[in-house]
């Protein structure tokens, strides 16, 4: 790729937006410099902004095949997460490496659509059947390279049903047979699939379905091959019983009492955990993944954002179950269904910087660091992922923060371009913007 200079009216820099700045992309798709420009640009985008492509630090692909089908109530039924699981099984039981494809290449080209440029696959529908092992993990990989996107597989270890309990003949296609041949699985495909666009990481789906000492094994791959550890954290009430039940802890204070919590985990949901745990998980230095679309539709309940923000925990934006791709909702709905539980506004900010810049990072360098891929900031060295923004409308003007106005009020509609590791993946035609090339 030949290397090119790329400026806008207004270029994110981290905390804010400056003008007159521009961005050196290498030849190998990367960040060169970004600052003030210092000579002609090759692109410049007039009455735009440069952002950092989001970070989609969750996600289900397949689950794009569950929009709709479980949408339908009587005047007296009562549907949770656990009626919506009983449906996913169901259409968990149709996949095959070909739907599982075709699903996954929809999901991910809808993301670069929609603004995000790195997704973190938690993926833990693995097997075709008894005899096509395996064949599900290729289908994802192959589909997220044809899309563009930049993917981290997180593969999910699954081993059993609940807390100490074995897997239902429905959570067959999950077993990951032991830890150990979790890990062969992981290491044999981080070995074929040489690409910049392709990376790794290591997950357990939950401690419903990992046992503490499968758990502390994954820990320690995950400490050995110095890469992120995801897991499903108290997103529901039964969970919490199970857990309690067999180990008379909640599930992440087991994690915290065995020193599973460090730099390299993310907790996906964190729901309903205790203001104590959360402050002993901080301590630890742990994150966590919100995915308020999902967390809304399966009614999950709304997470203490107050002890999230008062230990200063980092928080990461996912799309979960793939209703839509829209990433500035996500880290919107952050905020604002904690608005509506408060009846407050600016729960999630803090002193040092703007409310915008907060949700900003929320969505792109947080999500890169839960993941631990060069992304989500324009610092040099990082891979040249971004957005064109149109921003007709939007300001700056008079006491008017343009994160602000981009955070609350922006949405795919305004993507000019996508740019990942450089180049153009998706291009909106018809607005009057010159692409990046």
Same mark, same amino acid.
């Given at each position: 790729?030949k290397?090119f200079?790329?400026?806008?009216?207004?270029?994110?820099?981290?905390?804010?937006?400056?003008?007159?700045?521009?961005?050196?992309?290498t030849?190998?798709?990367?960040i060169?410099?970004?600052?003030?420009?210092d000579?002609p640009?090759?692109?410049?985008h007039?009455? =735009?902004?440069?952002v950092?492509?989001?970070?989609?630090a969750?996600?289900h692909a397949?689950?794009v095949?569950?929009?709709g089908?479980v949408?339908?109530?009587g005047p007296?039924?009562r549907?949770n997460?656990?009626s919506?699981?009983?449906r996913m099984?169901?259409?968990?039981?149709?996949?095959?490496?070909?739907?599982?494809?075709?699903a996954?290449?929809? =999901?991910f080209?809808?993301?670069?659509?929609?603004?995000w440029?790195?997704v973190?696959e938690?993926?833990?529908?693995?097997?075709?059947?008894?005899?096509d092992l %395996?064949?599900?993990d290729d289908a994802?990989?192959?589909?997220?390279m044809q899309s563009?996107?930049?993917i981290?597989?997180?593969?999910a270890?699954?081993?059993?049903?609940d807390v100490?309990?074995?897997l239902?003949? $429905?959570?067959?296609r999950f077993d990951s047979?032991s830890?150990?041949?979790?890990? $062969?699985?992981?290491e044999?495909?981080?070995?074929?699939y040489d690409?910049?666009?392709?990376?790794f990481?290591l997950?357990?789906?939950?401690?419903?379905?990992v046992g503490?000492d499968?758990?502390l094994?994954?820990?320690?791959?995950?400490?050995?091959?110095?890469?992120?550890l995801?897991i !499903?954290l108290?997103?529901?009430l039964?969970?919490?019983?199970?857990?309690?039940?067999?180990?008379?802890?909640?599930p992440m204070r087991l994690l915290?009492?065995n020193?599973?919590v460090?730099?390299?985990?993310?907790?996906? !949901?964190c729901?309903h955990s205790?203001?104590v745990?959360?402050?002993?998980?901080a301590?630890?230095?742990?994150?966590?993944?919100?995915?308020?679309?999902t967390e809304?539709?399966?009614a999950d309940?709304i997470v203490d954002?107050?002890?999230i923000?008062?230990?200063?925990?980092?928080?990461c934006?996912? #799309?979960d179950m793939?209703l839509?791709q829209?990433?500035?909702? $996500?880290?919107?709905w952050? $905020?604002?269904v904690?608005?509506l539980a408060?009846l407050g506004?600016?729960?999630?900010?803090q #002193?040092d910087?703007?409310h915008?810049?907060?949700?900003?990072?929320?969505?792109? =360098?947080n999500?890169a660091a839960?993941?631990a891929?060069?992304a989500g900031?324009?610092?040099p060295?990082? %891979?040249?992922?971004?957005l064109?923004?149109d921003?007709?409308?939007?300001?700056?003007g008079?006491?008017?923060l343009?994160?602000d106005?981009?955070?609350t009020g =922006?949405?795919?509609?305004?993507?000019?371009?996508?740019?990942?590791?450089?180049?153009v993946? !998706?291009?909106?035609?018809?607005?009057g913007?010159?692409p990046?090339?």
């Amino acid at each position: 790729m030949k290397p090119f200079s790329i400026s806008a009216d207004h270029v994110w820099d981290g905390s804010a937006f400056r003008e007159g700045w521009s961005i050196d992309v290498t030849s190998d798709g990367r960040i060169g410099r970004a600052g003030p420009a210092d000579g002609p640009v090759d692109r410049h985008h007039d009455r =735009c902004a440069l952002v950092p492509g989001f970070v989609n630090a969750h996600s289900h692909a397949f689950q794009v095949l569950l929009r709709g089908a479980v949408e339908q109530y009587g005047p007296d039924s009562r549907s949770n997460f656990w009626s919506w699981r009983d449906r996913m099984y169901e259409t968990v039981g149709r996949l095959e490496p070909d739907s599982v494809f075709d699903a996954s290449l929809q =999901c991910f080209t809808e993301m670069v659509r929609g603004g995000w440029t790195t997704v973190g696959e938690f993926h833990y529908v693995r097997h075709a059947g008894d005899s096509d092992l %395996w064949a599900l993990d290729d289908a994802v990989i192959q589909a997220a390279m044809q899309s563009g996107i930049r993917i981290v597989l997180l593969q999910a270890c699954y081993l059993a049903g609940d807390v100490d309990q074995p897997l239902a003949p $429905e959570q067959s296609r999950f077993d990951s047979g032991s830890v150990d041949r979790h890990l $062969e699985q992981h290491e044999s495909l981080a070995q074929r699939y040489d690409s910049d666009l392709v990376e790794f990481a290591l997950a357990a789906h939950s401690v419903r379905a990992v046992g503490l000492d499968d758990l502390l094994e994954l820990a320690r791959a995950s400490e050995y091959f110095d890469r992120p550890l995801h897991i !499903h954290l108290e997103e529901n009430l039964a969970e919490i019983e199970s857990c309690l039940r067999v180990h008379g802890k909640t599930p992440m204070r087991l994690l915290i009492d065995n020193e599973l919590v460090t730099p390299r985990m993310t907790a996906v !949901h964190c729901t309903h955990s205790h203001p104590v745990d959360l402050a002993d998980f901080a301590a630890a230095g742990g994150r966590i993944c919100l995915c308020p679309m999902t967390e809304g539709n399966l009614a999950d309940g709304i997470v203490d954002m107050k002890t999230i923000v008062e230990h200063g925990i980092p928080v990461c934006a996912g #799309s979960d179950m793939n209703l839509r791709q829209d990433p500035f909702e $996500e880290v919107r709905w952050i $905020e604002y269904v904690q608005r509506l539980a408060s009846l407050g506004r600016g729960v999630f900010t803090q #002193s040092d910087r703007s409310h915008g810049a907060c949700l900003l990072q929320v969505g792109t =360098c947080n999500g890169a660091a839960s993941l631990a891929v060069e992304a989500g900031d324009f610092n040099p060295g990082s %891979w040249a992922d971004m957005l064109i923004l149109d921003i007709d409308g939007y300001g700056p003007g008079p006491g008017q923060l343009l994160e602000d106005s981009i955070v609350t009020g =922006c949405g795919p509609e305004r993507i000019v371009s996508t740019i990942i590791g450089g180049r153009v993946v !998706h291009d909106r035609p018809g607005v009057g913007r010159e692409p990046a090339s």
